[in-house]
């Protein structure tokens, strides 16, 4: 009769090594986009509807400018991180790794996306005075 202990039967089976750095890691991207949400939504929410001149000076205000950045480098983080473990805990073997490496270079294609965006906004506005 061969005896297997619970961690043996469990070995393999889950993320034993990499549960608690990603718990860490997905509380601290948390916290960092509750900070930038809360920023974002009295400094550049209140755009929204706006003319668009009065959009583009608000939008190139160096203070208002750092907090859109960040908040399009870290919504692009924070899903691409919570995606991948999506891909791992409940896609199929196989299709898992395809899936990440799509929906992480679709990811970091509409952040680049939106910094282009961004920074075209704000070169078009230092060119027209």
Known sequence: MQYLTDRKRAAGKGSI???AE???QVTYSSYMMAALVILFLFRIAPLVGAPYEVVIEGLTR?????????FI?????HWRFNIKKVFEDYVPH?????GM???TA???FFCGLG???LAKILFASMIAG
Do not use: E, K, R
């Open 94 to 98: 196989g299709w898992d790794f395809a």
């Open 62 to 70: 160096p203070f208002n400018f750092v907090i859109m950045g960040l």
């Open 17 to 19: 090594a990499h549960g």
């Open 115 to 117: 910094l282009f965006a």
């Open 106 to 108: 679709l990811g970091w």
């Open 101 to 103: 490496i799509i929906t």
């Open 73 to 77: 480098v870290s919504t692009t983080y």
């Open 22 to 24: 990603h718990q860490l």
